[in-house]
């Protein structure tokens, strides 16, 4: 990979209303940069569904996704050098982290210190594996998914779904296991103290809250046990950084001045 420099250009693709996207758009909140890195650092690329279609459409004036790039996706293009591309939620806002050095507002949002910071990640890996999960319930109970899933009615399996449930269950508890003492003596961060919006609370209250809008359901209801971060869910909704699905909605259609500064 080429060296980062000054005239590097980058150019994110984001789809405001999903998932991953989603812990994206809660980063670029909570970092409050300026809004003077839209034109001369980072151009966003907004995507939204069309059915008809069956594919993602940008924007009008908006750069198309390169062919078959999931979402989010970065491109990174330093001069006189191929581009690299970055997938990855949490490895962009990494990225980031490192761009935008001392910019913005807001400490590390990986987290103060090698503990929290590993801590941090080791929550981000944790809510991946039970997303897994939770996807895999869903194809197996919701007629929803047969529009995408790839399966047919008759193949979804009571068995299979149970199976998630355990599996999920076991990723969902080992959240609530590590935050519970701090967040009972009123931290704000699931990372910890002394923090007020990670990329462990953005990965978390993303699922929350896209489960939520879409299906009409909780990954907290459906692996259970989560009262600890239920009642953080609640309180995170009104923290400065979190952005609901209407405006994610407003951000695909008008553009993500509004999570800038300035």
Not at 42 to 50: G, N, R, Y
Request: glycine share 12%; aromatic share 10%.
């Amino acid at each position: 990979m080429s060296t980062n420099t000054p005239s590097t250009k980058h150019t994110l693709w984001l789809w405001p209303t999903g998932l991953y996207p989603r812990r994206l758009i809660y980063y670029l909140r909570a970092k409050a940069l300026p809004l003077s890195h839209l034109t001369t650092t980072l151009t966003i690329s907004s995507l939204a569904v069309d059915l008809l279609a069956g594919d993602f459409v940008p924007r009008p004036g908006d750069e198309p996704r390169p062919s078959g790039a999931s979402l989010p996706c970065l491109r990174i293009e330093p001069p006189n050098a191929s581009p690299t591309y970055i997938y990855e939620s949490t490895a962009i806002a990494e990225y980031f982290e490192e761009l935008f050095a001392g910019q913005g507002r807001g400490g590390d949002m990986v987290g103060e210190g090698v503990v929290q910071r590993a801590r941090t990640r080791d929550i981000v890996a944790l809510i991946n594996d039970a997303i897994v999960f939770s996807g895999f319930h869903a194809y197996n109970t919701s007629e929803q998914t047969l529009a995408f899933s790839g399966m047919k009615k008759e193949e979804m399996s009571e068995g299979n779904a149970r199976f998630a449930v355990m599996r999920g269950s076991r990723m969902m508890g080992k959240i609530e296991s590590l935050v519970k003492e701090d967040l009972e003596k009123g931290c704000r961060s699931l990372s910890g103290e002394g923090q007020g919006g990670t990329l462990a609370d953005f990965a978390v209250m993303a699922v929350v809250d896209y489960m939520e809008s879409q299906y009409g359901t909780s990954i907290l209801d459906t692996f259970g046990g989560c009262g600890v971060l239920k009642r953080w869910c609640e309180e995170a909704r009104g923290q400065s950084w979190f952005v609901g699905t209407e405006e994610c909605a407003k951000l695909e259609k008008e553009g993500f001045e509004g999570l800038f500064v300035g």
